[in-house]
C-alpha cells in the first residue's frame, strides 16, 4: 500500500469490485496516461495499467464491464479524450476481447502488443506506441 501513496502514483486510480459478502472479486487500475509506465504516447487520456476478474462465475456478471465503466465515468468526468490499455496474449498483460466487448479498437500494434483505445472524441489525437525495440535507452520501465 505505501507504494500506491508515493508521489509519482498521486494520481492511481484503483476500483475493486466485491461481492455480496463484502470478497473481493476483482479490480481496475488506472492513471493518467502521461504518468503510465508503459511505452506509450497518449496525452490526456487514461490508461489501465491492470484489470482482473478473480473467480470465473464472476466472469460472466459483467464485472470486467463495470470496472471499465468506472474507469470510463471517471475520465470523463477529468474531461479526457479517451482511455486507452495495451493488451497482448502473453502473461501478465490483459487480453484484448474484454475491451473489444466494451467498444475498444486496436489503434496500434508493435510485436504481440496491441494498443486498444475508447475515444470520447473521434476527431481527438489518438495515441500511439512508442517502439521500443529501436529507443531502448529512452523507453519507459514496464513492457
Not at 476478474?53 to 474531461?79: D, H, M, P, T
Not at 497482448?88 to 502488443?113: A, M, V
Amino acid at each position: 500500500m505505501e507504494w500506491c501513496k508515493k508521489k509519482d502514483n498521486k494520481e492511481l486510480g484503483l476500483k475493486i469490485a466485491v461481492n455480496s459478502l463484502n470478497k473481493q472479486i476483482g479490480f481496475i487500475e488506472y492513471i493518467p496516461a502521461e504518468k503510465a509506465w508503459r511505452p506509450i504516447i497518449a496525452d490526456n487520456y487514461f490508461f489501465i495499467h491492470c484489470i482482473a476478474v478473480f473467480a470465473k462465475e464472476s466472469r460472466n456478471q459483467n464485472v470486467g464491464s463495470s470496472l471499465i465503466k468506472a474507469c470510463e465515468e471517471k475520465a470523463k468526468n477529468q474531461n479526457k479524450l479517451g482511455v486507452c490499455v495495451m493488451t497482448s496474449d502473453g502473461p501478465w498483460i490483459s487480453n484484448k476481447k474484454l475491451f473489444e466487448k466494451n467498444g475498444y479498437s486496436r489503434i496500434d500494434k508493435l510485436g504481440r502488443y496491441e494498443l486498444m483505445i475508447k475515444k470520447f472524441d473521434p476527431y481527438s489525437t489518438a495515441p500511439k506506441l512508442i517502439n521500443w525495440k529501436n529507443n531502448k535507452k529512452n523507453t519507459k520501465v514496464g513492457i
